[in-house]
C-alpha cells in the first residue's frame, strides 16, 4: 500500500487536491442544490414573465429553457408544455405579483454572491450593499434577453460562426463582470478572470451533456412520470448549473494561485542551479 500513500500524498499536495479540499470545505455540491432549488422557486417564475414580454418575438421561457439545455425536438415539446403560452402569463400577472418576483429574485442574487464569497474566502457583505443584487438581476435578465436574441436568429452563411462566438464573449464577460460585482471589488480583476473562463468552459461542457443524456431522459421520464419526470430533469439541469458556476470559480481560484506558485518554485530551482554553478 506504499504506492498507494504515495498517490495520495502526490494528489493533496498538488493543484486538483487543494481545489477539492476548497470545494469541499464550502459544501459545493450543497450549494450547488441549494442554487437550483432557489432558483427554481424565484428566478424562473419572474423569468416566465420577463420572456413573455421579450420584443424580439415572445418566445418564452420554455423555448429559452429548452435552447439552454439543448433538447431534441421531442424533448422539447415536453418542456413546452411544462410551462404555460407567454399570453397566458402576461394576463395572470399583476404589478404586486411582479414586485414580489423581482423580489424573490434578489434573493437569488444573494446565494451566488454567498457561494463567490466562500470560494475566495472573504467575509459576508454588510446588507446595506443589497443593491448589488439587484444590479445583477437586472443584468442577468438583459444577458438571457439578448441570448435569446442571438439564439433565435435566422441561419445563414457563416451565421453559427458569430453567433457561437457572440454567445462565448457574452458569457465570460458576465461572469467576470458578475464575481467582481457580487465581491464587492474585494478580489482584483485579473484572479477573476481564469473564473470567468472556467465557468463558460464548463457550461459549453454541460450543454454538451445535456443534449446526449437529459434530452433523452425528458422523453422517457416524460412517458414513464407525466409532467413531474420533466421537473426533475430540469431540477438536475439546473444542480449542473449550479455546480459549474461555483465550481468555475474555485477552478479559477485554483489556477491563478498555481500560477503564483509554479513562479515560486521556477525562482527557487533558479536560485539553487545559479548556487551551484560557482561550486562546480
Known amino acids: 500500500m506504499a504506492w498507494f500513500h504515495r498517490m495520495h500524498g502526490s494528489f493533496r499536495g498538488s493543484a486538483a487536491g487543494r481545489g477539492y479540499r476548497r470545494g469541499k470545505d464550502m459544501e459545493l455540491m450543497h450549494r450547488a442544490m441549494g442554487f437550483a432549488a432557489l432558483g427554481l422557486l424565484t428566478l424562473v417564475p419572474l423569468l416566465i414573465v420577463v420572456a413573455a414580454t421579450d420584443p ?3 418566445q418564452g421561457f420554455a423555448q429559452w429553457l429548452a435552447e439552454g439545455l439543448g433538447v431534441s ?3 422539447r415539446d415536453e418542456v413546452e408544455r411544462l410551462f404555460g403560452t407567454p399570453s397566458s402569463a402576461l394576463e395572470s400577472t399583476t404589478g404586486f405579483g411582479l414586485a414580489a418576483l423581482a423580489a424573490f429574485g434578489v434573493t437569488f442574487g444573494g446565494v451566488v454572491q454567498t457561494g463567490y464569497e466562500k470560494v475566495w474566502g472573504v467575509p459576508p457583505a ?4 443589497m443593491w448589488r443584487h439587484l444590479v445583477w438581476l437586472a443584468v442577468l435578465v438583459g444577458y438571457l434577453l439578448l441570448s435569446s436574441y442571438v ?3 435566422p441561419d445563414g452563411a457563416g451565421d453559427l460562426a458569430w453567433r457561437a462566438a ?3 464573449v457574452s458569457a465570460w464577460l458576465f461572469f467576470w463582470w458578475s464575481q467582481r460585482l457580487l465581491l ?3 478580489v482584483p ?3 477573476l478572470l481564469p473564473g470567468a473562463v472556467s465557468t463558460v468552459t ?5 450543454w454538451v451533456f445535456s443534449h446526449l443524456v437529459f434530452s433523452p431522459l425528458i422523453a422517457s421520464n416524460a412517458v414513464a412520470y407525466g409532467p413531474v419526470g420533466t421537473v426533475l430533469v430540469i431540477q438536475s439541469w439546473l444542480v449542473g448549473v449550479g455546480f459549474v458556476v461555483f465550481g468555475g470559480a474555485l477552478v479559477g481560484r485554483v489556477l491563478y494561485e498555481e500560477r503564483w506558485h509554479i513562479a515560486r518554485v521556477a525562482r527557487r530551482t533558479l536560485r539553487r542551479v545559479a548556487q551551484r554553478g560557482p561550486r562546480e
Open 166 to 168: 457572440a454567445a462565448l
Open 56 to 58: 424580439a418575438g415572445g
Open 151 to 153: 439564439a433565435a436568429r
Open 202 to 206: 464548463g457550461l459549453a461542457g454541460l
Open 189 to 191: 480583476w485579473a484572479a
Open 73 to 75: 425536438e421531442a424533448s
Open 184 to 186: 464587492g471589488g474585494r
Open 126 to 129: 454588510r446588507w446595506h450593499t
